[in-house]
């Protein structure tokens, strides 16, 4: 069961609503309150993995008896937790889209005691997986038309990270993954050949790409930089030849100045008649690495990507929040120096010509002119408004960011000194705001 | 079932070893390339985590005909994979030991397509664990003798990495995690009062101090900067006095200056008689902010440490490797571009004194003169030599910190600009490397 995965003082404050009767729903608002440095942009992603947690939070008995033995709450309160789901409506951008600062990604509005609950691990998952793919995304920008595979599985904050990660890069861009549980589970493409322990399991590199060809003739990539990569090209050329293999295959380069290796690699290749072998280049790989290589004009065919993306190196999570912004009948705010938040239920209007940014303003406002609603309904009553389609998912979400990445404005794209859209606020909102800060200033959070 | 928890290239490696029954046992090595910048020492830790791995890993019938099916492997292989289990043996460093750069953290040997498999499962666990345990290291370096509460869990990389994160929080010293699930499998403390939406969700301050104080009595924590801080103290103030609450208790500051802050709450608290009172602070706080406020005599005695602690914010990974050194009887190397290893199953020799960096020896050669092994068994044949103890583990890690803590010189503990120690090869260790060096310059790997 998933009810423990929470903060304790989600499961503190939901007992006091609890013991008090304080059922009246809640809405909070998920918002990110400014980009890291050198990102133009956000991804949203992570919204179906927190709308599985969301139907599946609940206690198991083992979990009651932790709660009422060593945490110590009383027995009412764990009786109620017991028969504790989530009943609540959830409306998101939804993902693979591009999304800025200040703009909600997720609204939950529940019973408080429900909707602090799931805080913790909806803001997780929601945090995760636009971080990622976000840092997924720059990577496409700066590869142009090659191809990119995660590589990250073995780096990623542990083993669950991974399959995120497979995830988010698939949003992004990616063509495939390394990580085989993750391209079982969401539909991707699994994607490796062989590592450097191959090649020295073998007497040399011959016997090491010959063995391998023998056993997997459709598309090997040879690794070629075990001892010396010029030689290792040459080797990969031989076995090649020698067994007539004629399908697609290629050679991957994983250390060394890779842009010249690249260009000798590609002469070896061509001078040998192969002009359809691949070059794959991996290794300590970012966004800037590969930008500077594709500047350069190296002749790389695919990018394998692994921890620089997988832990998003330079910006290894967003500053973002899950903010109480009505209470029943009343907007709330905080005014904390920093974080001050926007009281109540809001939307997020973009312009589809990409003219100006966003305008976040209340919910049931209609739309300014011309612009589209980015938050729509996913979950009402605790029940998805789709099924779980975990492959199907990934390909909507990969298909809207390929609309956005269309649409977004070239400074934004940028991937040094991007120039993010900002958002601005409704009238609506900004008289919200005004008066709800004014009566909070005289005592109270109305 | 954790089979396919691995990259596609192990599976294919392993497919062509089974293929050609190359059975012979392998050894790889588990080391840090070099440490991150402004790491002066990392802390061991993840081992339990990846025992746990090796131990479960095994293909169920559905992973089997996803790799039949999808990824294409051949009956035989496929019926291979299905018997297949970790027969191996593991060496490695305990949880909570300070180690360096170029000092294999673990080494297995088992059956070459068993060690191959679960590379990228024990690399991650490993390398996951043990870069948040050193980050947490330099928290605890920094706070001093304040208590040290993990809040990362809302802004780790997934539900799971949360509670790797207060896992290896704890082994670096941490007293409390937010993390309820992770207090529960580990046997942690669990910590938390309340957030701003719980005073958000009264009509003003003292009614929500009122409330919590009512349903928790013992050593509640006050959240008071949600509009105005002193005035937050004050109510604070105003109820302890108001119900006579007289054990321990404090407030939580999570925004603003906290020095200045920390200053203003105490000389309130004190000014009351609440002298017992706690003073927390929480909001972005990592190493560097920790240490200023320590330096500027900041009156805080607790610290919940969250983001940038969870995914090690500065250095979110680490150049780590998974390497065959022996396969057979037969010592092996790789010689590509700064990424040569070092060939064979290998020791670190530690100098209890501290006067002197390790020693990387071979395995089986006599310690140096008063040096002690760092490496140690904990599986053989596929079985823990310790029967698992997630609670005991992270106490017993927790000992080993604190005794190598001391033992740190002070070079390497300091925060900015750290000196690592560094390890040195032993004249046998090099003497095979050259040997080996040469052999494969002249064609082969041997």
Known sequence: ?????????????????????????????????????????????????????????????????????????????????????????VRAVPEGRVVFADEPLLEVTAPIAEAQLVETGVLNLLTFHTTVASKAARCRLAAGDAELVDFAFRRTHGIEAGAGVARASAIAGFAATSDVEAAWRYGLQPSGTMAHSYVEAFPDERA??????????????????????????????????????????????????????????????????LTQAKIVASGSLDEDVIAALVAKG??????????????????????????LVAFGDRPVLKLSPGKATLPGPKQVFRDPAGASGDVVGLRDEPPPAGREPLLVPVMRGGRRLEPADPAGEVRAARRRFDADLAWLPEGARRLADPTPLTATVSPGLAELRDRVTA???RGGAY
């Open 208 to 273: 090491a790409f010959r063995a391998f060809a023998a056993d997997f003739p459709t598309n090997p990539v040879f690794l070629v930089d075990t001892y010396d990569t010029p030689a290792g090209v040459r080797a990969a050329v031989e076995v090649i030849t020698e067994l007539g293999l004629t399908g697609p295959l290629g050679v991957r380069l994983d250390s060394g100045d890779l842009a010249a290796l690249a260009e000798q690699t590609r002469a070896i290749l061509d001078g040998a008649g």
């Open 298 to 323: 190296a002749p790389i065919d695919a990018y394998g990507i692994g921890t620089r993306m997988g832990v998003s190196f330079d910006a290894p999570s967003l500053d973002s929040a899950y903010k």
């Open 1 to 89: 069961m998933t009810g423990l995965r929470t903060d304790l003082y989600e499961l503190r404050m939901a007992a006091s609503y609890l013991r008090r009767d304080m059922v009246a729903p809640a809405t909070f608002s998920l918002f990110v309150r400014r980009l890291p440095p050198r990102r133009g942009f956000l991804v949203a992603a992570g919204l179906a993995e927190a709308l599985a947690f969301l139907e599946g939070f609940a206690f198991d008995d083992d979990e009651l008896g932790y709660l009422r033995d060593v945490v110590g709450l009383d027995q009412p309160t764990v009786a109620a937790l017991a028969g504790l789901r989530f009943t609540g409506d």
């Open 439 to 441: 009566q909070a200033g």
